[in-house]
């Protein structure tokens, strides 16, 4: 995956029922050829996966670095106990769902981000709207 010429995944993507797993993945594997581009892998929505999943950034990256594709991943999940089901994977996907700025200086930030790349587009109020809108997979008005 060479992110400096494509999108990774959309966070609402789901992989075997999980929001943000395939973008993950895409992101990790650009991660390991050194083509993030201007993709950070490990970044706070990364870290709400991994914390469903009960890892963290250096054992999923070895994980998807030692596999061919998803499904292996997606193997290795849930072969280890790290698939996360009922409550954690609801709560999980709400949360991607609805990736929000938490306080006042990230608002700001969410905003000036939003104007720049959607200019009066209210609509757009997640940190997932503004990047499914950014990466082409929300409709512009």
């Known amino acids: ?45 990364d870290r709400r996966l991994f914390e469903a999943l009960r890892t963290d950034g250096d054992e999923f990256f070895a994980v998807v670095v030692e596999t061919e594709d998803d499904a292996r991943v997606v193997s290795w999940l849930a072969r280890t106990g790290h698939m996360p089901v009922g409550a954690v994977l609801d709560a999980l996907n ?33 940190w997932t709207d503004l990047i499914d809108l950014e990466e082409g997979r929300l409709k512009a008005r």
């Open 94 to 126: 709400a949360d991607i769902d609805t990736w929000a700025p938490k306080n006042d200086d990230a608002r700001a930030r969410f905003e000036r981000q939003r104007d720049e790349i959607a200019p009066g587009r209210r609509d757009v109020q997640t």
């Open 1 to 45: 995956m060479d992110l400096t010429k494509e999108f990774p995944r959309s966070p609402r993507e789901r992989l075997a029922g999980l929001n943000m797993l395939a973008r993950t993945i895409d992101k990790a594997r650009a991660k390991q050829t050194g083509s993030l581009g201007p993709y950070l892998f490990d970044c706070s929505m």
